[in-house]
């Protein structure tokens, strides 16, 4: 079982980890970002995928924590979270955007993967963010402490502002939504609360 991962105990609820996650940098096989917005999700609350209990789909968000749970939204867009809590639990860490590195080689690949040059909206999003990075159903259930994924610390003091989370219609007051105070590489502005 992982601990203390960049800095951060991910055997914690989920609500506790996912602002410790902003501002720290993520590589998936050498290209990532600053994890700049997250949303947290747990088995106790009608939002997350595991409160209806374990399905072969959501599988490994049960655990064990800091490993990853990739899953499809609409059919569509791949969305990456992060394992949190004891094994059995149910809980996660959904990213929902990165502020890419300012590294020539992984911007051209993130930039030929989306199919668009705007730094700004390669990662802006879940979906956006597993396809600028090349995350799909096949990195389901992987270890974050191993390749393809590498999480480094907080290189600098960072202010995470919390909200509600978007995009969901059942436990929307829960501010479970963080994000990078001032940052122009979020999924969409925050509501506060």
């Known amino acids: 079982m992982i601990s203390n991962l960049a800095g951060i105990d991910f055997d914690?609820?989920?609500?506790v980890?996912?602002?410790?996650?902003?501002?720290?940098?993520?590589?998936?096989?050498g290209?990532?970002?600053?994890?700049?917005?997250?949303?947290?999700?747990?088995?106790?609350?009608?939002?997350?995928?595991?409160?209806g209990g374990e399905t072969p789909r959501n599988f490994a968000m049960f655990g064990?924590?800091?490993?990853?749970?990739?899953y499809q939204s609409h059919g569509i867009h791949w969305c990456l979270n992060f394992v949190c809590r004891e094994p059995g639990h149910g809980a996660g860490v959904l990213?929902?955007?990165?502020?890419?590195?300012?590294?020539?080689?992984g911007l051209a690949l993130m930039r030929a993967r989306r199919k668009l040059d705007e730094v700004r909206l390669l990662?802006?999003?879940?979906?956006?963010?597993?396809?600028?990075?090349?995350?799909?159903?096949?990195?389901?259930?992987?270890?974050?402490?191993?390749?393809?994924?590498?999480?480094?610390p907080r290189d600098r003091e960072v202010e995470v502002l919390a909200g509600p989370r978007i995009g969901i219609s059942k436990a929307v007051d829960l501010p479970w939504r963080f994000v990078e105070a001032d940052s122009r590489?979020?999924?969409?502005?925050?509501r506060r609360v």
């Open 31 to 51: 290209v990532g970002g600053r994890i700049v917005e997250t949303e947290a999700y747990d088995r106790e609350e009608p939002a997350s995928h595991c409160y």
């Open 123 to 152: 990662c802006s999003g879940p979906g956006r963010l597993c396809q600028a990075l090349g995350v799909s159903r096949a990195h389901n259930n992987l270890p974050l402490d191993a390749p393809p994924f590498l999480l480094l």
């Open 12 to 15: 914690a609820p989920s609500h």
């Open 17 to 29: 980890v996912a602002p410790q996650l902003i501002g720290v940098t993520l590589l998936f096989n």
């Open 64 to 70: 064990p924590a800091g490993r990853s749970y990739v």
């Open 95 to 105: 990213l929902r955007a990165l502020e890419p590195l300012d590294d020539e080689e």
């Open 185 to 190: 590489f979020l999924s969409k502005p925050l």
